[in-house]
């Protein structure tokens, strides 16, 4: 094997047909790593080939990446020897790795992951990259385990420039740091949030993650879907080491990662003050506490191959085209493919995860941050969300806490706080064994958390109300979850408004839609096998996207589905009734349910907003995430619609009878008295109905203004670009 130092010296010609691929040993979003071999010097090396067809940046991005990399020169970042063009790809040859990523090893050989001390080695090494890096203005922007290379010697190298820009160029690569690149796992909350932009500290908080990652053999919140992630990471506390769970784990270890993940990216070290932390003063040299971490495995091809097997081996199992969808986004998300886009049909699969409640449940689970894990014990736990999280207080760290957390039963409530909590359904219903959760609200000390519109009714009654919706009308299971659904959408789009508030001046923004980018295979930096599906979720994409392909940034793309969103609502697939009596209204203009004229803030068209050039606008997120709220709202309003037909019915045909009702000494099972008080009973509840889903509306309408005001600004945003032009013409 040749030690990395003696490739610097060897110049490696820029002809592929000097090189013989062997093995793949990798595989990312963009591009396929072999083990081959030079050979007119019969050198080891890697070549990295880039589709640049599946690549999401242009040529020139991807020709200054291999350019940057061709200068590094430092023993931990990994750095090009070359790169050229072979038809449709970009051959990038590298050292050879001969022990892969930190991330394969474990998938290998540690799934819960390493030990401390070779968790110190490889963080300690991965900083002094990332000083370099820092100090000659890259932000590196996709640090994990995946881009973190081992090789026998127990060399440690920082790789990956697909994603990496640098701070001093100008002009449209400047502009790239305030798009939407990473992998949602290891994305600082600025990142994430719209047009805040960020800078070097990102790479830190990257850091944390990739620490946590180390230490438990995956990363935080990697079992959730990517908006999950996103909102997770925006409005939860920040994850960390907990001081129970990771007993095995130092103070000095968890303190550090604790300095690393405050999502104040003004209160991060940076890596020159982190690499004087103890924790590193304390690290092994890499030959100790790293090379008897592959001492006894096999070639790093053979693991390649295995995991292959055993990814194919579990996709196989879940044929169903959906399934495989299914399995693929999972895998590759968990994995950390970089990636990834959000998609509508990918968010409406969220929202159904939502009817099983495990937006709330999943809270519970192993990733939360750590001011939740004090808390596990408590059976009945609450969601609480704190929209003021710009006033988050610090701990004694300086660590930020409270944005998003459960809060313990035994707290003061005199804020207000959604509480899922488990319920027992009517016994008649054949569904009694199945346990849904009612959604109350109520007050805790955490602060006025919810704003009052999200029901708009006191909120004593609120509570009572959701919990009679689950309790009366537990026959009826899709209309409670309707209700706890809505909710929680009510819930997560507060906090995102809250946070699009904050940001209301920036010019820029990420755009969370559009298809989700993923490699045909089951696990990309796991380095599986393709997935060779005729028809498959990739070729699907493939050939979506690039038809639809407007406008490529970075690994993020628009594509003519985002902008046809903001033109045509979708029409959703529950079947509705007339509006008569609803202040809602067919319109013509997006073909979709409308708020009333008479409504509408004076001096506003819903003509002016229908023909709307939007491709330059950075609204363009924005109207997505309220058209998707307020379509899914708008699915729920018309279920909850359809539903009171249906359960009149469905009540009125039980062996041609009102459900029953409690034995009274008064009633004492007079039928016929009962029968006209349950009507009545019925009717009520019918209207209570009525009036909550006049509510709702209400709560639509006023999500609809909002929209039609962003299409205002963004009308006056064409107007003035246009102005603009014509004056320069
Ligand atoms: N020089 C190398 N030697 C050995 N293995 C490598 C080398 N470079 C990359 N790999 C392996 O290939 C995998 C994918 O490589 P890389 O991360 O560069 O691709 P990518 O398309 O940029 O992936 P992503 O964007 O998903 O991180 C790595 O996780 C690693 O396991």
């Not at 000390?445 to 029901?455: A, K």
């Given at each position: 094997?040749?030690s990395?130092?003696s490739?610097?010296?060897r110049?490696?010609?820029?002809?592929?047909?000097d090189?013989?691929?062997l093995?793949?040993?990798?595989?990312?979003?963009?591009a396929?790593v072999?083990?081959a071999?030079?050979i007119?010097?019969n050198?080891?090396?890697?070549?990295?080939?880039?589709?640049?067809?599946?690549?999401?940046?242009n040529?020139?991005?991807?020709?200054?990446?291999?350019?940057?990399m061709?200068?590094?020169?430092h023993?931990?970042v990994v750095r090009?020897?070359?790169s050229?063009?072979?038809?449709?790809?970009?051959?990038?040859v590298?050292?050879?790795?001969?022990?892969?990523s930190?991330l394969?090893?474990?998938?290998?050989a540690y799934?819960?992951?390493?030990?401390?001390?070779?968790?110190?080695?490889?963080?300690?090494?991965?900083?002094?990259?990332?000083?370099?890096?820092?100090?000659?203005?890259?932000?590196?922007?996709?640090v994990?385990a995946?881009?973190i290379?081992l090789?026998?010697n127990g060399?440690?190298?920082?790789?990956?420039?697909?994603?990496?820009?640098?701070?001093?160029?100008a002009?449209?690569r400047?502009?790239?740091r305030?798009?939407?690149?990473?992998?949602?796992?290891?994305?600082?909350p600025?990142?994430?949030?719209p047009?805040?932009?960020?800078?070097?500290?990102?790479?830190?908080w990257?850091?944390?993650?990739?620490?946590?990652?180390?230490a438990?053999?995956?990363?935080?919140?990697?079992k959730?879907p990517?908006?999950?992630v996103l909102?997770?990471?925006?409005?939860?506390?920040?994850?960390?080491l907990?001081y129970?769970?990771?007993?095995?784990?130092?103070?000095?270890?968890k303190?550090?990662v604790a300095?690393?993940l405050?999502?104040?990216?003004?209160?991060?070290?940076?890596?020159?003050?982190?690499?004087?932390?103890?924790?590193?003063?304390?690290?092994k040299p890499p030959?100790?506490?790293?090379?008897?971490?592959?001492?006894?495995?096999?070639?790093?091809?053979?693991?390649?191959?295995?995991l292959?097997?055993?990814d194919a081996?579990?996709?196989a199992?879940k044929?169903m085209?959906?399934?495989?969808q299914?399995?693929?986004?999972?895998?590759?998300?968990?994995?950390g493919?970089?990636?990834?886009?959000?998609?509508?049909?990918d968010?409406?699969?969220q929202?159904?995860?939502?009817?099983n409640?495990d937006?709330f449940?999943?809270?519970?689970?192993?990733?939360?941050?750590?001011?939740?894990?004090?808390?596990?014990?408590t059976?009945?736990?609450q969601?609480?969300?704190?929209?003021?999280?710009?006033n988050?207080?610090?701990?004694?760290?300086?660590?930020?806490?409270?944005?998003y957390?459960h809060?313990p039963?035994?707290?003061?409530?005199n804020?207000l706080?959604?509480e899922?909590s488990?319920s027992t359904?009517?016994?008649?219903?054949?569904?009694s064994?199945?346990?849904i959760?009612?959604?109350?609200i109520?007050?805790?000390q955490?602060?006025?958390?919810?704003?009052?519109?999200?029901?708009?009714h006191s909120?004593?009654?609120r509570?009572s109300?959701?919990e009679?919706?689950s309790c009366?009308y537990g026959?009826?299971?899709?209309?409670?979850k309707?209700?706890n659904?809505?909710?929680?959408?009510r819930?997560?789009?507060?906090?995102?408004?809250?946070?699009d508030?904050?940001s209301?001046?920036?010019?820029?923004a990420?755009?969370?839609?559009g298809?989700?980018?993923?490699?045909?295979?089951?696990?990309a930096?796991?380095?599986?096998?393709?997935i060779?599906?005729?028809?498959g979720?990739?070729?699907t994409?493939?050939?979506?996207s690039?038809?639809n392909?407007?406008?490529?940034?970075?690994?993020?793309?628009?594509?003519r589905?985002?902008l046809?969103?903001?033109?045509?609502?979708?029409?959703?697939?529950?079947?509705?009734?007339?509006?008569?009596?609803s202040?809602?209204?067919k319109?013509?203009?997006?073909?979709?349910?409308m708020?009333?004229?008479k409504?509408?803030?004076?001096?506003?068209s819903s003509?002016?907003?229908?023909?709307i050039?939007?491709?330059?606008?950075?609204?363009?997120?924005?109207?997505?995430?309220?058209?998707?709220?307020?379509?899914?709202?708008?699915?729920?309003?018309?279920?909850?619609l359809?539903?009171?037909?249906?359960a009149?019915?469905?009540?009125?045909s039980?062996?041609?009878?009102?459900?029953?009702?409690p034995?009274?000494?008064?009633n004492?099972g007079?039928?016929?008295t009962?029968?006209s008080?349950?009507?009545?009973?019925l009717l009520l509840?019918?209207?209570?109905?009525?009036?909550?889903?006049?509510n709702?509306?209400d709560?639509?309408?006023s999500?609809?203004?909002?929209?039609?005001q962003?299409q205002?600004?963004l009308?006056?945003l064409?107007s003035?670009e246009?102005?603009?032009?014509?004056?320069?013409a």
């Amino acid at each position: 094997m040749t030690s990395s130092s003696s490739y610097y010296s060897r110049s490696f010609s820029a002809n592929p047909r000097d090189y013989k691929l062997l093995e793949e040993v990798g595989f990312g979003a963009s591009a396929t790593v072999y083990h081959a071999v030079h050979i007119p010097s019969n050198e080891q090396v890697a070549v990295k080939v880039l589709d640049l067809d599946r690549c999401n940046s242009n040529f020139d991005d991807i020709r200054r990446e291999a350019q940057t990399m061709s200068l590094i020169d430092h023993p931990n970042v990994v750095r090009a020897f070359c790169s050229f063009v072979v038809d449709r790809s970009l051959w990038v040859v590298m050292p050879f790795m001969d022990q892969g990523s930190c991330l394969h090893l474990m998938k290998v050989a540690y799934p819960d992951g390493f030990e401390e001390d070779a968790i110190g080695s490889v963080l300690k090494e991965t900083l002094k990259a990332l000083d370099y890096l820092h100090r000659h203005g890259h932000i590196h922007r996709d640090v994990k385990a995946g881009n973190i290379l081992l090789d026998s010697n127990g060399d440690i190298k920082l790789a990956d420039f697909g994603v990496s820009a640098c701070m001093f160029d100008a002009g449209d690569r400047q502009r790239s740091r305030n798009t939407f690149v990473g992998t949602p796992c290891w994305m600082a909350p600025e990142v994430l949030q719209p047009g805040t932009g960020y800078n070097f500290k990102a790479d830190i908080w990257s850091f944390g993650i990739t620490a946590l990652e180390l230490a438990h053999g995956h990363a935080p919140f990697s079992k959730y879907p990517p908006m999950k992630v996103l909102l997770m990471t925006i409005q939860n506390a920040p994850p960390g080491l907990d001081y129970d769970r990771d007993r095995k784990f130092s103070k000095s270890f968890k303190e550090m990662v604790a300095m690393c993940l405050v999502k104040d990216p003004t209160k991060r070290p940076t890596v020159e003050k982190l690499l004087k932390h103890s924790f590193f003063k304390q690290a092994k040299p890499p030959e100790l506490s790293v090379k008897k971490l592959f001492a006894d495995l096999p070639p790093l091809w053979n693991r390649v191959k295995a995991l292959q097997l055993k990814d194919a081996a579990q996709l196989a199992l879940k044929r169903m085209p959906s399934a495989e969808q299914e399995a693929i986004s999972q895998s590759e998300y968990k994995r950390g493919v970089s990636a990834w886009n959000f998609d509508l049909d990918d968010l409406k699969a969220q929202a159904s995860s939502v009817e099983n409640n495990d937006g709330f449940a999943e809270m519970r689970e192993e990733d939360e941050p750590k001011s939740v894990s004090e808390y596990k014990d408590t059976t009945d736990f609450q969601l609480n969300v704190d929209k003021n999280s710009e006033n988050s207080q610090e701990d004694e760290f300086g660590l930020e806490v409270g944005v998003y957390h459960h809060t313990p039963q035994s707290e003061k409530r005199n804020g207000l706080v959604a509480e899922a909590s488990p319920s027992t359904l009517d016994k008649d219903t054949g569904l009694s064994k199945t346990k849904i959760q009612s959604t109350r609200i109520r007050k805790t000390q955490s602060g006025p958390l919810v704003p009052g519109t999200v029901l708009g009714h006191s909120l004593p009654d609120r509570g009572s109300t959701f919990e009679r919706f689950s309790c009366y009308y537990g026959h009826d299971r899709f209309l409670v979850k309707i209700l706890n659904a809505f909710l929680h959408f009510r819930l997560e789009s507060e906090n995102q408004s809250s946070g699009d508030k904050s940001s209301r001046d920036s010019r820029r923004a990420p755009n969370f839609s559009g298809p989700l980018m993923l490699p045909n295979r089951a696990s990309a930096n796991s380095l599986s096998a393709p997935i060779k599906s005729s028809g498959g979720y990739r070729d699907t994409l493939d050939d979506k996207s690039k038809t639809n392909l407007v406008q490529i940034k970075g690994r993020f793309s628009v594509t003519r589905e985002n902008l046809d969103l903001v033109k045509d609502i979708p029409v959703s697939s529950v079947s509705r009734r007339s509006s008569q009596g609803s202040p809602l209204r067919k319109s013509a203009s997006v073909g979709d349910w409308m708020p009333d004229a008479k409504q509408m803030p004076v001096g506003q068209s819903s003509k002016d907003s229908a023909n709307i050039n939007v491709s330059a606008s950075p609204l363009i997120p924005h109207l997505q995430n309220l058209f998707h709220q307020t379509s899914i709202q708008q699915d729920l309003i018309m279920n909850l619609l359809n539903s009171l037909q249906p359960a009149e019915a469905v009540d009125a045909s039980q062996n041609g009878k009102l459900p029953p009702l409690p034995r009274t000494p008064e009633n004492n099972g007079n039928i016929e008295t009962t029968a006209s008080e349950r009507e009545q009973l019925l009717l009520l509840k019918v209207s209570e109905l009525q009036a909550r889903m006049m509510n709702l509306t209400d709560e639509l309408n006023s999500e609809r203004l909002k929209y039609q005001q962003l299409q205002q600004q963004l009308n006056a945003l064409y107007s003035q670009e246009q102005n603009g032009k014509r004056g320069v013409a």
